[in-house]
């Protein structure tokens, strides 16, 4: 029998006999491995079918063996379905004796690839199917792909990665197929140990990643031990790839573990020590990846141990926007609900490096300032210590700045800074009172967002508890004349009218303020809400009428 007889009989053999093991109910696990096997050597075989050589004595010899053992594996299996056998002991030994020899075969295919004795040159390739085309085609395509991958060559296998990674880009169906045909992922996540073939590796299960369904199955064949392993000692590229399929798997808190587990903290703060040395885009992911970690109490306190904190803080003055953004929002995530936390990054200088991003000499964008500000709200908020540091490292000064000379984004993040720093103390109100924050938030009140003239006005009305700032207010006559000016009687139903009446009940309380509210020409526009019936207006004009009457009964006991 010549060597193309031998191989179409092998084919039509095993597929026989995965049809029969199905049948078998004894031994039930033993004949589920040597049906893996029996795949595997039929994807195996089907490959060197597609292929054009000459007919060579190692391929001969190695198909010829695997027609006695499939031989064999028949016999074994009528036995199992009859039940004839012997004993069950025996019967195991015979059932582990035909696992191994599966295996060999399986082996020696993959060595006549190796050598070149069946060469990439000579494969039948497949094309990739038409959008349109059936889940049964795509299935097909996949499964060539996959016999490649098995048994071809170095080159052979990481074209045949690189096709799928392809198809997998542009269409989802790939993926849902891989998952279900038994041991590609298996097969790939070994890939991730290679050298020639690693970075299509990474790349193929990070694309996998990005399916919610898939990850548990990556998780199930064992993806993270040698993801760290690429993480430690792959490409730069392959370090991407992977760091970028670990953010997505450890979405899932789950799996933080297993990181953990296999040092996978470890590899990734060293890679956060520098974005000289590893590159922005693989330093950001790794602190993506952490990000999801830090939410594991003990894996926080290694981290916090290991010097992470004076890391992210280094790194939150990187010259790259999307480093420094990564790490100031790690930092802010470690520091969430956590003192200790809180008070190492202070130590570290992390207020001071904060701080620094919203100075307006800086280049940073709104973007990292924006992150800047969230991170010391976050940070600082419960630590009179750490206001005084803010305040030191010209915090104040940066804040009133963007207020008066930033663009609308800028303006609207230092609008929100005045108001958090506002709220954290009254010595933090008299300082902003004093540095000329209440004339320039007297201008938002006028805006048209609602939103920026209800955060103006709530804290103008913090500061103007301060007695010291309403007599500063006060002494501006262009203040309360601005504030009055805006009460249009005509809108008696809008929230502005609200929010600016609420800071004019705050000045009625002084007598310097009721004076100057008399003597406004705007004092109409108080009085015509007054007379429509609004609240607020009422209660100042009876503040304001009662002045007017101790100032006339004051004058008459003075005659």
């Not at 191989?7 to 597929?15: A, G, N, R, T």
């Not at 795509?138 to 170095?154: A, E």
Request: hydrophobic letters at 40%.
């Amino acid at each position: 029998m010549d060597e193309n007889s031998m191989l179409k009989q092998s084919i039509i053999h095993i597929s026989s006999l995965i049809s029969l093991s199905h049948s078998i109910k004894v031994f039930s696990s033993k004949w589920q491995s040597i049906r893996t096997k029996l795949e595997e050597l039929f994807t195996n075989l089907t490959a060197i079918e597609n292929c054009e050589s000459s007919d060579n004595l190692s391929l001969s010899i190695t198909i010829e063996s695997i027609l006695a053992t499939l031989k064999n594996c028949d016999d074994v299996a009528r036995r199992c379905l009859d039940c004839s056998y012997v004993g069950k002991l025996h019967m195991q030994s015979d059932l582990d004796v035909l696992c191994s020899k599966l295996d060999i075969h399986t082996k020696s295919l993959s060595d006549i690839y190796a050598v070149g004795l069946l060469t990439q040159s000579y494969a039948i390739v497949v094309s990739r199917p038409s959008v349109s085309a059936s889940r049964d085609d795509i299935r097909f395509y996949v499964n060539d792909l996959l016999s490649r991958m098995k048994i071809g060559c170095s080159d052979m296998k990481k074209q045949a990665l690189a096709a799928f990674n392809d198809a997998v880009s542009e269409d989802e169906r790939y993926v849902k197929i891989c998952v279900e045909i038994d041991g590609f992922l298996n097969l790939v996540v070994n890939f991730l140990d290679g050298d020639e073939i690693q970075e299509e590796a990474a790349k193929c299960v990070s694309l996998i990643a990005g399916f919610d369904a898939c990850r548990g199955v990556l998780i199930g064949v064992g993806v993270i031990s040698p993801l760290i392993r690429v993480l430690e000692c792959g490409t730069d590229l392959g370090k991407e790839f992977a760091a970028r399929c670990l953010m997505k798997v450890t979405e899932n808190s789950d799996n933080a573990w297993s990181v953990s587990a296999h040092g996978g903290v470890t590899a990734l703060l060293k890679i956060c020590g520098s974005d000289v040395d590893y590159g922005v885009e693989l330093v950001s992911l790794a602190c993506g990846v952490l990000k999801n970690l830090v939410g594991v109490e003990e894996i926080k306190r290694f981290m916090v141990e290991e010097g992470a904190i004076s890391r992210f803080i280094n790194l939150a003055g990187s010259k790259d926007e999307i480093t420094q953004i990564c790490s100031l929002d790690l930092l802010q995530t470690m520091g969430y609900r956590d003192e200790s936390v809180r008070e190492a990054i202070i130590k570290e200088g992390g207020i001071r490096a904060m701080a620094g991003i919203l100075d307006p000499k800086s280049s940073f964008s709104s973007k990292a300032r924006e992150v800047a500000f969230k991170g010391i709200a976050s940070i600082c908020f419960s630590s009179e210590n750490s206001i005084s540091i803010l305040i030191y490292n010209g915090f104040m000064d940066h804040i009133l700045y963007f207020l008066k000379y930033g663009d609308v984004s800028v303006q609207e993040l230092a609008l929100k800074a005045a108001f958090w720093l506002c709220g954290t103390s009254d010595e933090a109100k008299k300082l902003m009172g004093d540095a000329g924050f209440m004339p320039v938030l007297v201008r938002f009140l006028d805006s048209k967002s609602f939103e920026i003239r209800e955060m103006a006005a709530e804290t103008l009305s913090s500061m103007l508890i301060v007695a010291r700032n309403r007599k500063k207010f006060v002494q501006n006559d262009q203040n309360v004349g601005g504030l009055l000016q805006m009460l249009d009687p005509g809108e008696v139903n809008s929230g502005n009218k609200k929010l600016l009446l609420s800071i004019l009940m705050s000045l009625a309380n002084s007598s310097s303020a009721r004076k100057k509210i008399m003597s406004s020409g705007y004092l109409k526009n108080i009085e015509k809400l007054a007379e429509a019936e609004v609240s607020d207006a009422k209660k100042i004009v009876r503040k304001l009428s009662c002045n007017r009457f101790r100032s006339i009964l004051n004058g008459f006991w003075h005659s």
